[in-house]
């Protein structure tokens, strides 16, 4: 008989259960919230790896809710065949299939009822849902690795966060692209910088936690006015 913790009901391609690897970090670290009331957001759920296993593990407590954001598109590092423009096209990722494979997955969770859906970009799904005054508990960011919309993300999600809740970043060491700029890395620690008054991060192997924690800077009014504004050398010797 297959139970909760059986995830062999689930298909995933083998290199694409990327959650399946850091399960075992997840289940310590999100042991607290097990039965708890919990408003969860998920940006990115591919085949529904990471999607499962909340609904398996954090979904128990009757009012809880969960809602997934994706394009089931893919994002850019799905899009190339491979790594060498001489190799022959092989759709690794076989997305044209990729809704139907999450359906299929998540259908499998005793709290699928618990889930809502947002097929859409996430810039557009986070408006809206911020236009409707959402709040959650726990918010797991996974979709575009560009870092402009990692950013992007990072900010709408944190409006959305509660006191006390978590934001986790996934593949903070990602290098998957040589420029910065498409990968997550430079955004979170810029999201972070920002946002520093008021979080708690824990660096894990490949994703960063960050908890929100009541504001613990308070703002120092500058006492010099003559250097109320950057000069060149000042902005120089802080970039
Ligand atoms: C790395 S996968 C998510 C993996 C999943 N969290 C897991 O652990 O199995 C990234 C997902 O984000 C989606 N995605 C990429 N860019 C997006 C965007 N701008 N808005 C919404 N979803 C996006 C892709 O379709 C893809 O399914």
Not at 30 to 36: G, M, S, W
Not at 56 to 69: C, E, G, I, Y
Not at 87 to 112: G, H, I, M, W
Request: negative net charge.
């Amino acid at each position: 008989m297959q139970t909760e913790d059986d995830r062999s009901r689930f298909t995933f391609q083998t290199e694409t259960g990327w959650f399946d690897l850091i399960r075992s970090d997840w289940e310590t670290r999100t042991a607290h919230l097990r039965h708890r009331q919990l408003r969860i957001l998920e940006i990115g759920s591919f085949e529904g790896c990471s999607t499962t296993w909340i609904l398996d593990n954090l979904m128990a407590h009757p009012d809880s809710l969960m809602t997934a954001v994706d394009t089931f598109q893919g994002g850019m590092e799905h899009q190339q065949d491979s790594h060498h423009p001489s190799d022959p096209p092989v759709d690794r990722y076989q997305l044209s299939t990729l809704k139907d494979r999450f359906d299929r997955n998540v259908a499998k969770c005793k709290e699928v009822a618990k889930l809502r859906v947002i097929q859409a970009r996430s810039d557009q799904a986070l408006l809206k849902l911020r236009q409707d005054g959402s709040q959650f508990d726990f918010i797991y960011v996974d979709a575009s690795h560009t870092a402009i919309d990692v950013l992007h993300d990072a900010v709408m999600c944190w409006h959305m966060l509660d006191q006390g809740g978590t934001l986790v970043f996934d593949d903070y060491t990602w290098r998957g692209f040589i420029e910065d700029c498409y990968n997550p890395r430079i955004a979170i620690r810029a999201f972070v910088k920002c946002a520093r008054p008021e979080v708690e991060c824990t660096e894990t192997e490949s994703q960063l936690w960050v908890k929100r924690v009541p504001n613990c800077v308070a703002a120092t009014p500058n006492p010099d006015p003559a250097l109320y504004y950057w000069d060149k050398g000042l902005a120089k010797r802080s970039v």
